[in-house]
């Protein structure tokens, strides 16, 4: 059985949909005003209206992925365009609240801070220390996987601490399934 442990952002994911919607109605409005415009016309408006549709789909797409799932023995992080990267559960030690730069360019182009999520992994379990994620959603290097903040549902210490509870419950199910 799936479950999420931590969503996407979903209200940057709304926000992205606002530019989409507009290509949309741009394509959408002269085909309506102008029914009998010149065909180039007609053309490069259905051509926008398109862009603007699949737009609209990938970010929807976005919004139904989630950060972080667990299922059978194994937290799938979501941080590459492929598809979700496995961890066992076994090698998860705890998270944290970190803080970083975001991408969001402050005053005289300073960034922002922006809270992010880390994930410690065992030391020993060498083999996980490293996978390409894209930087827009975080990093995993070193045996730490860091998920940006302005990327998934809001990061506080109440959430932090679900996501260790959750993680101790996952590890005992599983020391206890293996053993049985």
Same mark, same amino acid.
């Given at each position: 059985?799936?479950?999420?442990?931590?969503?996407?952002? /979903?209200?940057?994911?709304?926000?992205?949909?606002?530019?989409?919607?507009?290509l949309?109605?741009?394509?959408?409005?002269?085909?309506?005003?102008?029914?009998?415009?010149?065909?180039?016309?007609?053309?490069?408006?259905?051509? *926008?209206? &398109?862009?603007?549709?699949?737009?609209?789909?990938?970010?929807? @797409?976005?919004?139904?992925?989630?950060?972080?799932?667990?299922?059978?023995?194994?937290?799938?992080?979501?941080?590459? !365009?492929?598809?979700?990267?496995?961890?066992? @559960?076994?090698?998860?030690?705890?998270?944290?609240? !970190?803080?970083? *730069? !975001?991408?969001?360019?402050?005053?005289?182009?300073?960034?922002?801070? &922006?809270?992010?999520l880390?994930? /410690?992994?065992?030391?020993?379990?060498?083999?996980?220390?490293?996978?390409?994620?894209?930087? *827009?959603? +975080?990093?995993?290097?070193? +045996?730490?996987? &860091?998920?940006?903040? *302005?990327?998934?549902?809001?990061?506080?210490l109440?959430?932090?601490?679900?996501?260790?509870?959750?993680?101790?419950?996952?590890?005992s199910?599983?020391?206890?399934?293996?053993?049985?």
């Open positions: 059985m799936r479950e999420t442990w931590l969503k996407a952002n /979903r209200r940057v994911l709304l926000l992205g949909m606002i530019p989409p919607i507009v949309v109605a741009v394509g959408l409005i002269p085909l309506a005003a102008m029914p009998s415009a010149e065909r180039w016309i007609r053309y490069a408006a259905v051509g *926008a209206a &398109v862009v603007g549709l699949l737009l609209l789909a990938l970010i929807a @797409i976005q919004m139904r992925l989630p950060r972080l799932v667990y299922c059978d023995g194994e937290l799938f992080v979501y941080l590459a !365009g492929g598809g979700p990267l496995r961890v066992p @559960i076994e090698i998860v030690q705890c998270f944290f609240l !970190g803080s970083g *730069a !975001g991408q969001i360019p402050g005053s005289r182009g300073s960034r922002i801070g &922006v809270r992010n880390t994930m /410690r992994l065992d030391e020993k379990a060498t083999d996980y220390h490293h996978r390409n994620a894209k930087p *827009a959603l +975080g990093r995993w290097e070193d +045996g730490y996987i &860091v998920i940006h903040g *302005a990327w998934c549902e809001p990061l506080d109440a959430l932090v601490g679900r996501l260790n509870t959750r993680l101790a419950a996952a590890q199910d599983r020391k206890r399934s293996i053993s049985a």
